[in-house]
């Protein structure tokens, strides 16, 4: 998974790949299987992304970076990763909206439309909202829209978790 003779970036992007597909796969089982819209099991999805940045930044500082690793390159490894991850899966989730699936943007349509109805909010309100929706969604902006969430999700952890796997080489080695 991890060459040590490549640079951070392709490393992050092979991963970010490999991730990717494993977002891509998972979801399709659950769109087929009738659980796409489970958010206890869309969690599953973000701890794929989660152990994916921690492991590939530690497997890169320690194979391919002899053991150091600055925050802002672990920052940017699990940012390159995460956008690499983001793009497989947006591209696999516009497929499926596209080729397999066409009715699913008119369901996500009329899920916003009754919950904007359960919401008491006016009509004409809702009638230019929903036409907004049925003008401008459909599966190309939903996938840019899953490519900048997982990316912005993928930021956000790799705040995080840079602050963990970071490991500065010594300015001055006795």
Known sequence: MINPGSS????????????GIA???????LLV???GDSSGLQWVLYIILIVSISWGA?????RANDGYLSYGESLAF????????????????????????????RIIIE????????????????????DLYKTFFGPGLFAF??????????????LVVSFFVKNEKPMFEE
């Not at 530690?58 to 320690?62: A, E, N």
């Not at 829209?145 to 790799?158: A, D, K, N, R």
């Open 78 to 105: 699990g940012v390159v990763l995460s956008l690499g991850a983001a793009l497989i899966y947006g591209f696999a989730f516009y497929l499926y909206m596209k080729y397999i699936d066409s009715n699913y943007t």
């Open 145 to 158: 829209t899953m490519v900048f969430s997982y990316s912005l999700m993928g930021l956000c952890i790799s």
């Open 33 to 35: 299987t009738g659980f």
């Open 111 to 130: 899920t916003m439309e009754l919950s904007l109805y359960e919401g008491n909010m006016p009509e004409d309100q809702i009638e230019t909202i929903m």
């Open 58 to 62: 530690r497997m890169y500082r320690d």
């Open 23 to 29: 977002l891509a796969v998972l979801q399709m089982l």
């Open 8 to 19: 951070l970036f392709k490393n992050a992007l092979n991963l970010g790949a490999l991730t």
